[in-house]
T-cell receptor, first 117, second 109 residues
Framework: GAVVSQHPSWVICKSGTSVKIECRSL??????MFWYRQFPKQSLMLMATSNEGSKATYEQGVEKDKFLINHASLTLSTLTVTSAHPEDSSFYIC?????????????FGPGTRLTVT | SQQGEEDPQALSIQEGENATMNCSYK?????LQWYRQNSGRGLVHLIL?????REKHSGRLRVTLDTSKKSSSLLITASRAADTASYFC?????????FGKGNQVVVIP
């Protein structure tokens, strides 16, 4: 149980285009999903927290107009990187948390590697 | 502020040896969690220790928590080549996890 998937697992796009990354909780309802960014050999940096049916809460320094997050259902959240630039190339990881279970754990997806050329 | 700073950051050991990693944090926490990440993959939850616990075991893993010193340690006993990975501690502050810098552990067969 508690499986989180991400799609795509990797994507290459041209500078100026937009890329959408999906995060799905496969066997539980995720009331909250988190999006992280990880540069090579570095730690995870929280980008935003999204609660189902409401607007995402972005961390300081994260551009909400550039990183669009939608959490329209209890099993799906999407991150859209708009007008991507090479500096947006990174490993994006989502996680899901079901507060209804009183569990403190977050279940992580396998990550999406984005390369912007 | 940076939460969960592990020390050391890189560790290379022989198979069968124990590996110890430390983590310090700065604010009050609900619990502290340890995760493993294989290269280029997502995170796998290893163990959670609550703020009112001092030690916890799970298989070959032993975690300690000292809230007075705001520090935690992760011990992997009898390491295996498959334990080669990055290990992160994360502090749960109620509505988010704050990850530390991570420890790269290489277990040499």
């Amino acid at each position: 149980g508690a499986v989180v998937s991400q799609h795509p697992s990797w994507v290459i796009c041209k500078s100026g285009t937009s890329v959408k990354i999906e995060c799905r909780s496969l066997d539980f309802q995720a009331t909250t999903m988190f999006w992280y960014r990880q540069f090579p050999k570095q730690s995870l940096m929280l980008m935003a927290t999204s609660n189902e049916g409401s607007k995402a809460t972005y961390e300081q320094g994260v551009e909400k107009d550039k990183f669009l997050i939608n959490h329209a259902s209890l099993t799906l959240s999407t991150l859209t990187v708009t007008s991507a630039h090479p500096e947006d190339s990174s490993f994006y990881i989502c996680s899901a948390h079901n507060r209804a279970t009183s569990s403190y754990e977050q279940y992580f997806g396998p990550g999406t590697r984005l390369t912007v050329t | 502020s940076q939460q969960g700073e592990e020390d050391p950051q890189a560790l290379s050991i022989q198979e069968g040896e124990n590996a110890t990693m430390n983590c310090s944090y700065k604010t009050s926490i609900n619990n502290l969690q340890w995760y493993r990440q294989n290269s280029g993959r997502g995170l796998v939850h290893l163990i959670l220790i609550r703020s009112n616990e001092r030690e916890k075991h799970s298989g070959r893993l032993r975690v300690t928590l000292d809230t007075s010193k705001k520090s935690s340690s992760l011990l992997i006993t009898a390491s295996r080549a498959a334990d080669t990975a990055s290990y992160f501690c994360a502090t749960d502050m109620g509505n988010r996890l704050a990850f530390g810098k991570g420890n790269q552990v290489v277990v040499i067969p």
